[in-house]
């Protein structure tokens, strides 16, 4: 038996003992304006690696500012540049400015917002949380090559960084984002970062399982390591994704933990696709003329293709992958469905939906690689949104397992249409409701609909209850259970 968290979102099925009738379905974000453009002379079009996260009172961006110089016809010009590391702060997750760093002179001026220049593919930066993090480590950067391992980076304020000359870790492949973070329940560090298996082949649309679909022989994969001390690290192997799971190549992993849920992992993780053998598809795509050229220097860069995926996990180690995308590459436009495009940045921001004014989460999703200055738009999704427990019109239920509530007042994340419903029974052990907690029908759409109950929860705190669902023509995003009436004044 456990004590429910403070907030459970409803992404899988671990809290139901029994479910008829619904079941966990993905949602799919909405794409917005472009936010930020990478036009400046030390960006361009293979600028990427994009991650954001709330520093203070607003938000970090951190990415690699990259060109690579083409003709119209997609061949390669001189003077192409890779590897400067670069920074922009906004306020609310949707205006983003270049502070002048001053750290990097280009074009003879230091008036930029690089923090520094490598030839090194990627760099990943975060905000250490661990309370016993010296003040001059507290900002972290693992920068990271193919075989080169990832290389430690320290700073005070995120602006300011030295190379310690320290490899965190030797062993892998890590051309990719490798991402790390603290985990304040576990004590300790969490790190995802590149490595591969082999292919045992890729699933064709009939169902069928042919070697053609990855001509490489090899599967990019996420492996997980774990360290008290971000020095003695262990490795935990390659993560999971449930018998019987595709053989998808996943460019990148974006694995954090979900701030407003913390006992839950969440990643969006980068998907790669080769569709070289599809070729007499590949002209009617855009930007053919470039693309063609692409095609002929370097094979891949012009039929491969990314989209995005939606994974969630209680252990980080064993993950509830999607099949499906969450992200697709969407209308076919310039600028889209390339080797690059539809690559979402680690982390987001906290907005407001200017139509009801409620809290969103901005996801923050690349447009226009290899083709002009990447571009950067954002997508939402309501608070919890990633995935619901959803019903048809007829019926469904949900019987959770024994728990222990957490508090004296129930919030609901719901959405229904004008017919449809969500009723809330809280039951004994035996699955039997008991008098005085049935909420009724709800309906409505709000992220926070408290659930009226004739009976007083705070008699309920320290007994063992199943939770009951049902719903009709509705979807359940989360439930909030959290202290009313203070503990001291009961």
């Not at 449930?242 to 990643?267: C, E, K, S, W």
């Not at 070289?276 to 003329?289: F, G, S």
């Not at 600028?335 to 979402?344: Q, R």
Request: proline share 7%.
């Amino acid at each position: 038996m456990e004590k429910l968290h403070f907030r459970e979102v409803f992404w899988d099925e671990w809290p139901a003992e029994e479910m008829r009738g619904v079941r966990v379905t993905m949602h799919a974000p909405r794409p917005r304006e472009i936010v930020y453009t990478c036009d400046r002379p030390w960006e361009g079009c293979v600028s990427g690696y994009f991650q954001i996260f709330r520093d203070g009172a607003g938000y970090r961006l951190y990415y690699r500012g990259a060109d690579d110089r083409r003709d119209a016809d997609g061949h390669r010009l001189s003077g192409s540049t890779l590897g400067r590391f670069c920074c922009a702060e906004s306020p609310d997750g949707i205006h983003f400015t270049r502070p002048e760093v001053g750290a990097v002179s280009f074009g003879g001026s230091r008036k930029n917002n690089i923090l520094f220049e490598r030839e090194m593919d990627n760099i990943f930066i975060f905000r250490d949380a661990n309370p016993a993090c010296p003040p001059e480590e507290r900002y972290k950067g693992l920068c990271g090559e193919y075989r080169s391992g990832l290389m430690l980076y320290t700073s005070p304020d995120g602006i300011h960084f030295s190379e310690t000359g320290r490899k965190v870790i030797e062993k892998g492949h890590f051309d990719s984002l490798n991402t790390c973070f603290w985990n304040p329940a576990a004590g300790r560090y969490e790190l995802y970062y590149r490595s591969f298996h082999a292919s045992g082949g890729s699933p064709n649309p009939d169902g069928s399982v042919g070697p053609e679909r990855n001509a490489e022989g090899i599967v990019r994969d996420i492996l997980h390591a774990v360290s008290p001390d971000f020095l003695h690290w262990t490795e935990c192997g390659l993560i999971a994704y449930g018998d019987g799971a595709p053989d998808f190549q996943m460019y990148t992993n974006n694995v954090m933990l979900y701030p407003r849920a913390p006992h839950i992992y969440v990643g969006w993780p980068a998907r790669y696709i080769e569709r070289r053998m599809d070729a007499a598809v590949i002209p009617d795509l855009p930007d053919w003329e470039k693309r063609r050229g692409l095609i002929e220097e370097e094979g891949r860069g012009g039929t491969a293709m990314t989209d995005t995926l939606l994974m969630s996990s209680r252990d980080g180690r064993h993950f509830r992958r999607e099949e499906e995308a969450f992200i697709r590459p969407g209308p076919e436009r310039a600028g889209t469905w390339t080797y690059g495009c539809t690559y979402t940045a680690y982390g987001f921001a906290e907005t407001r939906d200017p139509l009801s004014g409620d809290e969103e989460i901005s996801l923050y999703v690349t447009e226009n690689y290899r083709m002009k200055p990447v571009g950067l738009r954002r997508y939402t999704l309501r608070q919890d949104g990633f995935w619901s427990w959803r019903s048809p019109w007829r019926e469904g239920r949900v019987l959770t397992k024994s728990c222990l509530l957490p508090g004296d007042e129930i919030s609901l994340n719901l959405s229904t249409s004008a017919q449809g419903y969500v009723r809330l029974r809280i039951c004994d052990e035996a699955g039997e409701p008991l008098p005085g907690f049935d909420s009724g029908f709800l309906f409505g759409d709000s992220l926070r609909r408290t659930v009226p109950f004739a009976g007083d929860l705070r008699s309920l705190l320290d007994r063992p209850v199943r939770l009951e669902f049902l719903l009709s023509d509705a979807d359940l995003y989360s439930m909030t259970c959290r202290d009313r009436i203070p503990a001291h004044m009961r």
